[in-house]
């Protein structure tokens, strides 16, 4: 039995230098990406450094409440939606836990009201 392809098949390169001339068109690109994305002489802006979900001790009162305000929102509405869903009695318990977390998100949003913000 004669096979059709040699053993094993032969593979194409995929290296994007394949000739001098592929190497410079791609240092090409990069030299331009880096003149739009980064000037010569200027230094990229620094990131601010924050875990997304990190509590630390830099993090203003105001930000604190805000997102607490938002994330009790989110639970209270989460809450609401899968009351819905249940029978009868599961659904009073769930949106008595609805209520409660909509008076801490109210307490939360006074604390907000009663903050005061430095001039």
Excluded: F
Aim: aromatic share 2%; with cysteine.
């Amino acid at each position: 039995m004669i096979k059709p392809t040699p053993n094993p098949p032969e593979t194409a390169s995929v290296s994007p230098y394949e000739s001098i001339d592929s190497k410079k068109l791609h240092e090409a690109a990069d030299r331009a990406l880096d003149h739009y994305l980064c000037p010569p002489g200027s230094t990229p802006p620094p990131r601010k450094i924050r875990g997304m979900y990190a509590v630390t001790a830099d993090n203003k009162t105001e930000e604190l409440l805000v997102d607490a305000s938002e994330t009790l929102a989110s639970a209270k509405t989460l809450a609401q939606n899968i009351a819905s869903l249940l029978p009868v009695s599961q659904r009073h318990a769930l949106a008595g836990i609805a209520q409660l977390i909509m008076l801490g998100e109210l307490a939360v949003n006074r604390a907000l009201d009663n903050l005061q913000l430095p001039g």
